[in-house]
């Protein structure tokens, strides 16, 4: 082939073709395919999934057509992980609903499907429609560009989705979002960065911004107590590492001088007040007041913030307010140079309680000593005894709180709640809750032990079975205060029987009225704690089988009682949880 009719070959094939009428061209059409489906994150939950079918989609497809290409529609109420969740899945459901009606009504523009106001006939005045020629084709409209704001339930924040223009619809300006802005009367917190970028940018079409942004109220703190004492007092002993208790370091005395802040207050602050994007005011509550537990020897200082203690005392906390408790500190023993101590308030001993002194205190009683033979300890709180309780058969220690000694020997001793001890030797015992007997030697020996709840001790006897008494639940306390009433209206009834056996004389009548005073007032409590026992019969509230006994090995001679139920060990048991089931004692 010459060169010539390649040349020619060549042009023939890249000929250009006829361009048809204009009537004639179809544009390619772009396949209406849904965007790609936006994925729901599960860390995001203000991402609005958008079905196949939503109306958006629609708009979308159709701007394609119109402008190219265009970014896949997103609608986040909240990119930056600002929001509550609660709040941001309450918002997104309004948001959805919002959004499919106000895209539904575009679409339904466009098509050319809205409803139009009837136009006035000018000659007769009546509301007639147009006729239009019946073979003119209907006009599409052209719809500018749609800024449409959606407001949160509590109009704090205001977000903003431009749908774009149709056809020849003006595109999105400055202008157009002042005005939207004006008509929905957003004026606070309001991004002008974002109006000024949303004015130009291409991509700013099916895209939900976060447009403007309240204030919340905040609603003040109230005030708070700071307390420098403690409200509740934890009665625990720590045991070294010899299986030893340190009683002296039981922490159970918080001393205060006079002037000493108790506590302190935190006053409460303001609340601050919100604004609304669309600029109005949120209310906020202001914090409320605490007032100070003023108690007994207790002042508020000039400020009104402090608590401060009116007199040297010992500070606790009771019920509702703290008070100070005058402490008696008594620099030796209890003695002849001191006498019986009787004592509204605490009272810390740093010696003694020599045998035949009686101390009896409204609050907490610290001896640093030992409670010797033939005396009596009475106290409204708790009883320490730092070196132990050696009796002689008539010493007794009352507490109606909790005991806790070194040791307690041939001594009748009864609290109200617990009793913590290294030793018992030969002694009645009384408690209302639990005997722990289980630093140093933890031995109980011979006696009678009483306890509502439990006994805890390493052993429990002797390996010369002498006779160990151990008696579960009850209510040991006022069995105690009913033998000591009946105890002690037997002596003054023996006491007034010899008085009267002396010749008259005007002692002697003095004497007796004394006595017969004493005596009623013991049997005024003889018959309280007799009322007291059978109310307490009738009500059913005394269960025998409520307590238990732990210990490490129970030697024989070892009487256990439950109620009417009483068990005697004939032989060692070790390691046992000794208990009533059903009636019946076990042990375990």
Sequence with gaps: MSIKKKIASFLSKHKPQPEEPESQAAPE????????????LDQNEALLELSADHPINTLYNQRRQEAGYLPAPRVCLDEDGELPP??????????????????????????????????KNRKNGKQEEEAAPADAPAALPDLDALPYIFLSSDKLYAWIIIFPPVRKGKELSREMLLETLGKQGISYGVNTRLLDRLAHDDSRYFHLYLLAKGKPAF?????NIVDNYPRVIERILEVNEYNQVDYTSLNLIYNVEQGQEICHLIKPTEGEPGRTVDNQELPAKSGRSVPLPKGRNTEI?????????????????????????????????????????????????????????????????????VVEAGSTV?????????????????????????????????ATVCARENIQTDCIV???????????????RGAIMGGRIWAAHKISAKSVGSPSECKSSIVLGGRPCIIFEQEAARR??????????????????????????????????????LQRAKKTLDEQAEAR????????????VAYPGTKITFGDQTLRLHQASRFCVIRQLEGEIVIM
């Design 378 to 410: 009475e106290a409204g709180g708790d009883l320490v005894v730092v070196k132990g309780i050696l009796g002689d058969g008539i010493t007794t220690a009352q507490s109606q709180k909790s005991v806790f000694a070194k040791f307690i020997e041939n």
């Design 541 to 552: 509230e005394e269960v025998a089988d409520d307590g238990r006994l732990e210990c490490d």
């Design 301 to 369: 200082s000039e400020d009104g913030t402090q608590l401060l203690a009116s007199i040297a005392g010992h500070v606790e906390f009771s019920g509702r307010s703290f008070q100070v408790k005058p402490v008696l500190d008594i620099k030796g023993d209890v003695d002849f140079s001191t006498g019986n101590l009787n004592f509204l308030g605490d009272i810390n001993i740093q010696g003694d309680v020599l045998s035949g002194f009686t101390v009896r205190a409204s609050g907490n009683i610290n001896v640093a000593g």
């Design 426 to 440: 030969g002694s009645g015992v009384y408690c209302g809750g639990e005997v722990v007997v289980r630093s140093g």
């Design 29 to 40: 059409p772009i396949p209406e395919s849904a965007p790609e489906a936006q994925p729901v």
């Design 219 to 223: 609603d003040g703190k109230n005030g």
């Design 488 to 525: 002690e209206v037997n002596a003054l009834e023996m006491e007034l029987e010899k008085l009267e056996c002396q010749p008259d004389s005007p002692t002697k009548s003095s004497l007796i009225g004394k006595v017969k005073i004493k005596l009623a007032a013991a049997g005024l409590k």
């Design 86 to 119: 609660e709040m941001a899945r309450r918002e997104v459901r309004r948001l959805q609903s919002a959004l499919k009606t106000v895209c539904a009504s575009r679409v339904k523009e466009a098509s050319g499907k809205a409803k139009h106001s009837p136009k």
